[in-house]
C-alpha cells in the first residue's frame, strides 16, 4: 500500500475525471487515445508485464513437463515383456504425467486470464505472482503423492491447500488490480462497469478454492466424493460450454453473450494471449529437447578407474556401450526441433490464438512431453528384441499424435480464418498448400515407419534410425516437392474450372477457387 | 536455393537497383524507410527471427545450467569432514560446472552476434540454427568428457569438432544471409560496404574453428599444447581487448575503431541484444529454481508398500523425513525468485546492453546456478553439524555474489548512463536510491548471516530460515525503508546543500544534484 505516492494519486484521479466527461462513449480512437495515455502516465513503479509472464511461462512449462521423468526413468527388465511392464506403467505414471500435465496447464491458462485482465505491474504485484508460481511448480508433487497413496486424505489436503491459496493470491491480485485502475486492461480501464467485472472475474477465480474447500470437507467424511468434485473443478468449464453449445444447438441462437463477458468466458473463440501460448511452447520443446542430454551429461560420463580396470583405458571401447543413448539424443533432438520448427511455422501464419486452438496446443504438447519416455525406451532395449519393435512403435504413436493436434491447431485456425489467420494462409491462400504439407509431413511419416517396422520387424531399428535423419532433408526438400506437386496437378486437371466437391464443405462464403492456388 | 521463386528474385533485383541510385548517403529517414521497405517486401518465406531466438535462449540456458547436477548430486558421507570432500569436488567438478558455463555463454554470445547481422530468418536458416543449436547442446557433454579423461585425445577430438561443425555452420548462415540481403541487419543492407562487412564477419567466426582445427593436430603430438589453444580462443577477445585498452591508455587515443566495426567489434560496449539477455537470465532462473522440484517430484514420493511397512500406513510420518528437502526447495525457490525479481527491476530501468554488462550478467547467473548445490547440501547434513554449518556459509556465499555481481551490472550501467539507462534511474535520479537498495539487500542479508552463522554457530540453520523467510517481506517494505531512511538523512543534513565528496568521482558531467534526490 506504500507503494504509491501522492502524486500518483492525483493522476489516478485526473484519470477518472477524464472518463466521467468524455470517455463513456467507446470510439477507436478514443480507445487509442486512451491506451497511450495510460502508457504515458509514467509510474516509474508501474511495469509492463511482458517479462513477468515470460518468465511464468518458463517456470510453468518446465513444471508442466516435469512428470515425465518417473515415468521415462522407470526401469523395465530386458526379460519382461513390453507389453507387461506397460500396463503397469500406463495405470499409474502415465496417467500420473497426463493428469499433472493437465492440471498444470489449466493453472496456466487461468494465469493467462488473469494477466489479459491486468496488463501492467508493479513490484507488489511482481511478488504476489512469485509466490503463486512456487504454489503452481509445487502442485505435481502434491499429486503424485495424491496418486500414490489415493485413499489417504494427506495428498488430497495438500493439493486443495495449494489450489485454495493459489486462488486467494489470484483474487488478491484482482482486488488489488482493480483498486488502481491504471494496471487494468485498457478497455476495462475506460468501462463503466469496472464494478461488474471485478465481481463477474472474483466469481469466477473463487470458484476453485471454494470446490476446493469442499473436497477438504468431503476427504474427511466420504473421500471418493472429493476425487469428483476435484475432477469437476478441472473440467468444469468445458462442461458447462457444452453443454451451453448444444442447448444453443438445440433450441437455437438464444443469448448472445454480452459483450462485458470478453473475458473469463470460457467460450471457445475466447481469445488466449498468442505470445504466451508461443512461449509457453518452446517452453516444452526446449525443456523436452535437453531431457535426455541431461541424463547423458550425468550418467554417461564414465569413470576413469573403471575404464582402465575393464577396458584397459581405451576410451573408445567404453563409449561404444553408450552409442544407443547418442542416438537416441540426436534423434530425439532432431525430431523434437522439427516439431517446434513446424509449430513456428505454423504461428507465424496466425494473428490471434483462440481458446479451442490453445486446448489443442496442449494435447499436442502434452504427446511432445511423452517424447523423451519414447527415446528412452527404444534405446533400452537389447537390438532386434520384440521389445524394442514395440518401442519404436510407441515412439511412431507418440510423434503421429503430436503432429495430429498440430494439424488440428491448423483446422480450427481455418474455421475462423478471418479473426486468426493471415491472409496469404487463408484456405485456397499462397501458401496454405505449402502450410499443410508441413503439417502432414511428421504424421504422415510416423505412420508410414509404424506400418514399415510391422512389416519389416527384424530391421525396424535401421529403418528408425534412417528415418530419423531423413526427416530434415525432407524438410528442406518439402518446397520443392510442393511445387512439384502442384505442377503436376495442374498439368492433370487443367486450366478448368475445378468441382465444388474439392472445396471444404464447412467453407460456405466465397473465396479465391482452388486453381488460383495452382498458379 | 530452391527456396526463392523468380518474384523474389526480381524483387531482390529491385532492391539493388534501389540501392544504387539513392541509398547510398545515410539519412536517418532513409535509414527507417529502408526499415520498413525491407519489412513491407512482403516474402512470405521470411520471418522475423523472434521466436527462434527465444528457443534458443531458452535451449541455450538450460545446457548452461545443466553440470551443476554431477556436482549437486554427488554424494557426500555424513562422517566425512565437508571440507576435505569440498576439496575433491571443487578441484574437478564445480570447475567443470563453471567452464562449461563459460563455454556455453560464449557459444550464446556468438549466436547473438551472428543474429544481430541476420535479423529476418527463412526456413533454411530456421533449420540450420536448429543444427547448431544440436551441436551446443552437447558441448557440456564432451567437455565433461574431456574434464574426466583430460590424457586422451578422443575428449579434444569430441569437442574441437563440435566447435568446428559448430564454426561452419554459422559461417553457411553468414554467406547464405549475405546472399540474400533483404535477410540483413538493415544498416548493412543500406551499406556500400557489404563486401567488407562479409570478409569482416567470416574472419572472426571462422579464426574459432581453424585454432580449433590446430589443436585436434596438436593433440596427437603434444596435447597440452592443444588445451593451452583452447584457452586462447575463449579468452582471446578478451585478451585482444585489454592489450588494445592498454596500448590506448598507454599512447593515448589512437584509431577511433571505424563505425563499419559496430558489429564484431568485441569492444567493451558493443551492443548485446538486451531481449536476448533477458530471455537467457529467464532461462537460467527458471530452471534454477525448478531443478530441486524436478529432484523432489522424482525422489521424494515414498514407496506405498514402504510406508505401510515401515510406518504402518502413516503417510504423514513417513514425510516428515523429507521435512528438509520441501524447506530447501521454498527456500531455493523464493531465493532464486527474489533474484530474478531484482534482475527484472534493474532491467526495466537499462536501455540498452552492453558487452560488459553481458559479461558481468554471465557471472551473476554462474553463482545464481550454484544455488541447487547449496540448497542440496544445506538439507544434506544432520542439523548442528558442522558440515550443516559450513553448508549454510557456502549457500550464504554464492547468494552473495550472485547480487554483487547484479550490483556490478548497475554499476557498469552507470558508467555509460546516457546510452545505458532511463533518464529517471541516472545518477542522482528519483528512482536511483530505491534501484540500490533492492540491488544491495541481498549482498548485505547475505554477508550479515554469513557473519551471525559464523558467531552463533548452534543456531545457524534457524537463523537461515528465518531468513529465507524474511527477505520477501523485506523486499515488500523496501520502498518504505528508502523513503524513511531518505527522510531521516534530508533531516539530518538539511537543505543545505551537498559537498561535492558525495558525488561519485568518475561522473564529472553536470548531473542532477544529490539533494534533488532527497526531495
New interface residues.
Partial sequence: M??NDDSEIIEHHVNEEMEKKGFRTRHTHLFLESASSSEREGH??T?SSH??L??SD??IS??AT??I??VA?TKIKDDEELKESLQQLLTTKIAVYLMTFLIVTVAWTAHIRLFQVIERID??L??LN??C??LI??L??TF??MA??PK?T??ILLFCTCVIVIGLIQAIIVVYGFSRPFLLNDQIQISENQGFYKRHILKVILRVPLFCFVAIVFSFIFFPLSYVLLAVVIFFPYISQSLKWCRGKAIGQQDETPDSMLFYSYRPNEPLSKERV??FS??V???V??LL??D???D???D?GE?QRRFGGN??EA?QGFGPEFLA??GS??TV??L??VH??L??HVNRTSRLMGLLNTFSLAFVGGLPLAYELTHEFPPNSRNELEAIQISCVIIFFAGVFQLAIWVAALFDERETLHP??RYGG??HTFMLAKLALYPCVALATFFVTCALSRFSAMVFHLVQMGV?VA???L??LV?LGLALLRRLLGPAAVPPAHRAPEEDDPRVPFTDMLT
Fill in positions: 506504500e507503494e516509474s513503479s511495469q517479462r513477468l515470460a518468465y518458463a517456470l518446465i513444471i516435469v512428470m521423468l518417473p526413468h513490484d507488489c511482481a511478488l512469485l509466490a508460481m512456487m511448480t509445487f505435481p508433487y503424485s503423492l500414490a497413496f489417504n494427506l495428498g508461443e512461449a518452446d517452453g520443446y526446449a525443456i529437447a535437453t542430454i541431461l547423458i551429461c550425468e554417461n560420463v564414465p576413469p575404464v576410451l573408445i563409449l539424443y540426436f533432438f532432431a526441433g522439427l517446434w520448427f513456428h511455422s504461428f507465424l496469404y494462409v499462397r501458401d530434415p524438410f528442406l526438400l518446397r520443392l511445387r
